[in-house]
């Protein structure tokens, strides 16, 4: 069983504080010591301690980083980056279940495959009434859970031509999705955007720009603090500075956000590099992206007062994302007003904003529950059922999600993508 995060990390420190030799000596001893006991105590030993070494590693490296950044401390932004995209230790690189009940977080994707069927039966729609070419790509595509439900409802009900594109920066995403989809299905793998010809189809991605490091600034006495990272005693710690950095200043004019004293808020200036990357790889068609987030209005809501940056651990909200740096997700709710002036920028031209469930239901989602009813509540009809209602029901989790249309070189208007 995996530690506690907080107990965890002690042990990672303490580690750390030995050096590597020590954290080996220790992995000999109990290896020897265990294996006569059990074969099955030996391997369990030994697998939390090749863990423990693994944050060992990060700690490290993040260590490094800070004692050699101006200052001795980095943005929450590039922490963020190393936690969760280091090469080798961050969260989303690293061989280890994230989605799903053995993993930290479950996603829409993921808990049905209704959701990728209904896509590509409402792909196929907008391709065919207007005319729009039968290219999808799908960024940040996870286990490709989505993308196994989408293509087989397409094998099975569309049958025309169609390219698939994976674009995920994840290898063992990239590993977990290939092994799921091959051979059956026809797909195009990629690791960024940067790789991809430019095209005229359809860019999807769900839960990406929630998963992007974000900036963190906060008001105080009335003056801008950015949150920087530490590190000292062997912790991790938090330390405001004046905010100078032009970009963020430049967001918060765009937004239009002022802070309210002791505000704290997520600065997302990896989605600009995003929207301006999905934009340069359409010469014509739509962006799709499904996420939570918040409007401007309701960033300024007293409740959100303290920002929305978590951890997920094992299904467990962590306020403290600093625990832990590469076991946990580290997630924020997105700014969508700025996803579409921004997308605006870029030529991206907002055609719908709806709640994921009202999404859904325009989509076509009633017509899978209409064509699959089972009297056996134990059949797989019936949990399939009961996943459609669970997306559109008005206290289930699609009502913290938006789905959010954008157009690129067209002039659609919502009517024209819904067969309602
Ligand atoms: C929160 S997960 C969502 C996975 C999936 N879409 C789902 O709904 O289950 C975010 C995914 O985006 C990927 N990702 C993050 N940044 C990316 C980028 N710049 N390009 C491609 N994939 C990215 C991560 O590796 C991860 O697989």
Redesign the pocket.
């Known amino acids: 069983m995996a530690l506690h995060p907080r107990r965890q990390k002690r042990k990672t420190l303490l580690l750390y504080e030995k050096g590597f030799s020590g954290g080996c000596s220790i992995l000999i001893m109990g290896g020897t010591k265990f294996k006569l006991l059990s074969l099955q105590y030996y391997k369990v030993f030994t697998m939390s301690i090749v863990f423990n070494r693994k944050g060992v590693y990060m700690i490290t490296y993040l260590r490094n980083l800070i004692f050699n950044s101006p200052n001795k401390l980095i943005s929450y932004a590039e922490y963020i980056g190393a936690a969760l995209y280091h090469p080798e230790f961050g969260y989303?690189m690293k061989d280890k279940q994230k989605?799903g009940r053995l993993g930290d977080f479950i996603?829409?994707?993921?808990i049905s495959d209704v959701y990728g069927r209904m896509m590509a039966k409402w792909f196929s729609y907008v391709c065919e009434t207007s005319k729009l070419a039968p290219v999808f790509c799908e960024?940040?595509?996870?286990?490709g859970r989505?993308a196994k439900a989408f293509l087989q409802e397409w094998n099975e009900s569309i049958r025309t031509p169609l390219h698939y594109f994976i674009?995920?920066?994840?290898p063992y995403?990239r590993k977990l999705q290939a092994e799921l989809l091959m051979p059956d299905f026809s797909f195009v793998q990629l690791e960024?955007l940067g790789e991809i010809e430019k095209f005229e189809g359809m860019v999807f991605s769900?839960?990406?720009f929630?998963?992007?490091p974000v900036h963190v600034i906060e008001k105080v006495s009335g003056q801008l603090y950015e949150i920087m990272v530490g590190f000292q005693n062997n912790e991790l710690y938090e330390q405001k500075v004046p905010l100078t950095n032009p970009a963020i200043f430049s967001f918060l004019e765009e937004s239009n956000i002022e802070l309210k004293e002791k505000q704290r808020i997520e600065i997302p200036l990896a989605m600009e590099r995003?929207l301006q990357e999905i934009s340069g790889v359409l010469t014509r068609g739509l962006v799709v992206t499904a996420d939570y987030g918040y409007t401007n209005k309701e960033w300024m809501d007293l409740l959100r007062a303290k920002g929305s940056l978590r951890g997920y651990f094992q299904h467990q909200m962590m306020d403290d994302v600093l625990q832990n740096p590469g076991e946990m997700d580290i997630t924020t709710h997105i700014h969508f007003d700025y996803l579409i002036q921004k997308g605006e920028q870029f030529d991206l031209e907002v055609l719908s904003k709806l709640r994921q469930d009202e999404f859904l239901l325009k989509a076509g989602i009633l017509k899978e529950l209409e064509n699959h009813y089972d009297s056996n509540p134990f059949s797989e009809v019936s949990k399939r059922n009961r996943a459609i209602r669970s997306l559109i029901m008005p206290s289930g989790m699609s009502t913290y999600f938006q789905v959010i249309i954008q157009q690129k070189g067209w002039k659609l208007i919502e009517s024209d993508v819904f067969d309602v």
């Open positions: 989303y989605i996603t829409t994707s993921n960024i940040g595509a996870g286990n989505f674009v995920e920066s994840s995403h960024s769900n839960e990406l929630d998963a992007l995003m």
